[in-house]
């Protein structure tokens, strides 16, 4: 996996855009990054993946520099229902066998209401 | 939309008991993982099954440690001699193989307590 590393904590104010950085440094040119969110101690939420393109979906944005080096996940109007913990993930290409993933401690998201 | 199911979600064992987790993944899916996380802590894989048989598995999963499909729907995780720091949500996941596709889908979880 490709290492990721993200701030521990953010706070955003309840209907403004949370943009949240990832910084991947170390991913090789066939490694999607991930986004996944925790609420509580539910089970891990996906939220959107991408290779090299922006990628845009009902729940939410993600921005990848054209280097491929860091890439930012954005919730458009957050809601108190997006504080969670989000987490950026690097996991090897699917040609390997298990392609578990390997979280890190991600980022404690906090809306203010 | 079809979603991993877990049960139980709250198991409470005494310490050296056996316990079985057991989760029900998305009826297409081929690849199947448990992960847990223990309170405050890191989610952390423990095992991942393709085919019948485990693929990887991590430091974690020690021999006391097994997984099982034992018919087309359940896949589960026993645990033999629970000991304290076993206690942890422990969550099931799976994804379908769909070319450079990974996204895997998790249950919502089963909170193990260990006495």
């Known amino acids: 996996d490709a290492k990721t590393t993200q701030p521990p904590s953010m706070d955003c104010a309840e209907g403004r855009a949370a943009n949240l950085p990832c910084n991947h440094s170390?991913?090789?040119?066939?490694?999607?990054v991930y986004w996944y969110r925790q609420i509580h101690s539910q089970g891990p939420q996906y939220i959107i993946h991408?290779?090299?393109n922006n990628e845009t979906n009902e729940m939410a944005s993600l921005i990848i520099t054209e280097d491929r080096k860091s890439s930012t996940l954005i919730l458009p109007h957050a809601t108190l229902r997006d504080t969670a913990v989000y987490y950026c993930?690097?996991?090897?290409?699917?040609?390997?066998?298990?392609?578990?993933?390997?979280f890190g401690t991600g980022t404690s998201l906090t809306v203010i209401p | 939309e079809p979603e991993v199911t877990q049960t139980p979600s709250h198991q409470v064992t005494q310490m050296g008991q056996e316990v079985i987790l057991r989760c029900v993944p998305i009826?297409?899916?081929?690849?199947f993982y448990w992960y847990r996380q223990i309170l405050g802590q890191k989610v952390e894989f423990l095992v991942s099954?393709?085919?019948?048989?485990?693929?990887?598995k991590s430091e974690i999963f020690d021999d006391q440690f097994s997984v099982e499909r034992p018919d087309g729907s359940n896949f589960t995780l026993k645990i033999r001699s629970t000991k304290l720091e076993d206690s942890a949500m422990y969550f099931c996941a799976s994804r379908v193989p769909r070319g450079s596709y990974n996204e895997q889908f998790f249950g919502p979880g089963t909170r193990l307590t260990v006495l």
């Open positions: 993930i690097a996991p090897p290409p699917t040609s390997n066998t298990g392609n578990q993933f390997y």
């Open positions: 099954f393709y085919n019948n048989e485990i693929s990887e």
């Open positions: 009826s297409n899916h081929l690849y």
């Open positions: 991408g290779l090299k």
């Open positions: 170390t991913i090789s040119g066939n490694e999607y």
